[in-house]
T-cell receptor, first 110, second 110 residues
Framework: DAGVTQSPTHLIKTRGQQVTLRCSPK?????VSWYQQALGQGPQFIFQ???????QRGNFPDRFSGHQFPNYSSELNVNALLLGDSALYLC?????????FGPGTRLLVL | KQEVTQIPAALSVPEGENLVLNCSFT??????LQWFRQDPGKGLTSLLL?????REQTSGRLNASLDKSSGRSTLYIAASQPGDSATYLC?????????FGKGTRLHILP
């Protein structure tokens, strides 16, 4: 089992651009959650997908959107990037209680 | 609004010592509490998960306790080793969201 995988590992964008991050959940997991972790902070919940629908959403603007595919993989899209969007973006998958985290995508916005 | 606080923010101890990391949360209506480890620039590894009905969980040299009524949890690490150096994050689950503290950066001195 490959566990949770994320791509790309690193990404550099400029202000105003758009970015798509990808996540493949652990085998058999049907729920995917996304988190943003700024430097020196704990992860902040962005949203959660289950059965291809957004089930819960944290306090993030509409510039942050997502999608879940029938194979349970997920994408996080961020439009009109701001400098403050620079962070480690973590994906977590779960089937029941425990969430398993991927290694993250580090996004730098210049 | 749930807030999770971890004290201290950073801690350095000599190898071999026992140590305690603290976590507090403001709303006791949680499903569970989880302790994670994060190495620099990496994703999160789950260490221990305590259900709201439980008082403690143990895994090897780690012991986590939960006092839901007072909104507190502790992570006890016995006989610390240099490999224990990492950031330790406490997180509580409510609804379908996980809310993290900012973490404690632990450095074990050889």
């Amino acid at each position: 089992d490959a566990g949770v995988t994320q791509s790309p590992t690193h990404l550099i964008k400029t202000r105003g651009q758009q970015v798509t991050l990808r996540c493949s959940p652990k085998s058999g997991h049907d729920t995917v959650s996304w988190y943003q972790q700024a430097l020196g902070q704990g992860p902040q919940f962005i949203f959660q997908y289950y059965e291809e629908e957004e089930r819960q959403r944290g306090n993030f603007p509409d510039r942050f959107s997502g999608h879940q595919f029938p194979n349970y993989s997920s994408e996080l899209n961020v439009n009109a990037l701001l400098l403050g969007d620079s962070a480690l973006y973590l994906c977590a998958s779960s089937l029941s209680e425990t969430q398993y985290f991927g290694p993250g995508t580090r996004l730098l916005v210049l | 609004k749930q807030e999770v606080t971890q004290i201290p923010a950073a801690l350095s101890v000599p190898e071999g010592e026992n140590l305690v990391l603290n976590c507090s949360f403001t709303d006791s209506a949680i499903y569970n509490l989880q302790w994670f480890r994060q190495d620099p620039g990496k994703g999160l590894t789950s260490l221990l998960l305590i259900q709201s009905s439980q008082r403690e969980q143990t895994s090897g040299r780690l012991n986590a306790s939960l006092d839901k009524s007072s909104g507190r949890s502790t992570l006890y690490i016995a006989a610390s080793q240099p490999g224990d150096s990492a950031t330790y994050l406490c997180a509580v689950k409510e609804d379908d969201k996980i809310i993290f503290g900012k973490g404690t950066r632990l450095h074990i001195l050889p």
